[in-house]
């Protein structure tokens, strides 16, 4: 898996010296990257973006999200700020969204899920690789069936899809391409440029 790409301090106002130009500017914009494995790491320094921005004014935060997934409870935190935080969070998705990155984008309302054009997004059912006593491995197997049926559950009312869909499409890697993501009813808007974010 790639490295998490470690996001700057949420706020310019605290170590604001140390602080690159791009990442005042991101700032300045209401802009947080999540680009990477999504880890621990990353959901504390999203969330502290996140929550700084929302403390900052009401205005709409943008979000550029790279993911090929990783931790799922990392990705729940991200994605329950996102819906905490208060302010419009629109999610431009690019390159590839899987996985918790897909839980991630599924954070958003409807209208503000957006695409670029050559993204690819993948949902899957979770992963996992437990050993040791037997009553432990089938705890953690029950654990991995609930975590299942309530990610399919946030799919199927993120892009309207029936339940029973979204557990055939996830009991394999499912694939789709931006357009496909946008008939499924993960994606509102495929865009090709900034301006196009808040034409929603």
Excluded: C
């Amino acid at each position: 898996m790639p490295e998490p790409s470690v996001a700057p301090p949420a706020s310019p106002e605290v170590g604001s010296a140390t602080l690159s130009l791009p990442s005042r500017q991101l700032y300045a914009s209401r802009t947080v990257l999540i680009f990477g494995e999504v880890t621990t790491a990353l959901a504390e320094s999203v969330s502290a973006q996140l929550l700084a921005l929302a403390a900052a004014g009401p205005e709409p935060i943008r979000v550029l999200l790279h993911s090929p997934g990783g931790h799922v409870e990392a990705g729940d935190t991200i994605h329950d700020v996102i819906r905490f935080a208060g302010p419009v969070v629109r999610i431009v998705a690019s390159g590839w969204v899987a996985s918790a990155g897909a839980l991630i984008f599924a954070a958003a309302p409807h209208p503000h899920r957006l695409s670029l054009p050559n993204t690819r997004f993948m949902l899957h059912q979770p992963l996992g690789g437990m050993g040791g006593a037997a009553t432990d491995v089938e705890i953690e197997a029950r654990q991995i069936m609930l975590m299942r049926e309530r990610l399919n559950h946030i799919f199927a009312n993120a892009t309207g899809q029936p339940y029973a869909k979204l557990l055939k499409d996830t009991d394999r890697n499912h694939w789709m391409n931006a357009e496909e993501a946008r008939e499924y009813g993960l994606v509102s808007r495929i865009i090709a440029r900034s301006g196009d974010v808040e034409a929603d």
